[in-house]
């Protein structure tokens, strides 16, 4: 039986198992950007794609207008790029490819990518311990 090779490339947005957040050990299968082929080996590094308009900081819409070919499933007006959760994925793990974004719409994807990644880190909130509760304020009589 003949196999058709497929070669993916930046902007194709294909199906893939992608590892839920909160629990590494499992995962479901959702479409994701390629960002950029690993430099070595079979990888690419993706970026998670969801419909769930959570309005994150950072999440970038896409509709349909924004692909050059092809498109995500129908029944979505618009989908959400998560430049926040990022994996490298090995090719192999490729469902499907439904479609190639503008190279433009990439290129913000990008460049949101890059300034969350030049954010100096924010220093963790203090232990619930540690804080003091308000001092109770003086009344006057």
């Known amino acids: 039986m003949n196999q058709v090779s497929v ?3 930046k902007g194709d947005v294909v199906y893939a198992p992608f590892p839920y957040q909160d629990n590494t050990e499992e995962e479901k ?4 950007l390629i ?10 590094i993706c970026a998670y794609i969801t419909s769930n308009s959570n309005k994150r900081s950072g999440m970038l819409e896409i509709k349909r207008r924004d692909f050059k070919e092809g ?3 129908d029944g979505y007006e618009a989908s959400y790029v998560r430049p926040d959760c990022i994996s490298t994925l090995n090719r192999e793990l490729f469902r499907r490819k439904c479609g190639t974004l503008r190279d433009e719409v990439v290129d913000e994807i990008i460049q949101t990518l890059i300034e969350l990644l030049q954010e ?9 311990s540690i804080e003091r509760p308000p001092k109770p304020k003086k009344k006057n009589f």
């Open 7 to 9: 070669f993916y490339k």
């Open 29 to 32: 299968e959702r479409p994701v």
């Open 35 to 44: 960002l950029a082929p690993v430099l070595e080996g079979k990888g690419f």
């Open 71 to 73: 498109h995500l499933d």
């Open 120 to 128: 100096p880190p924010q220093s963790p909130p203090p232990p619930k």
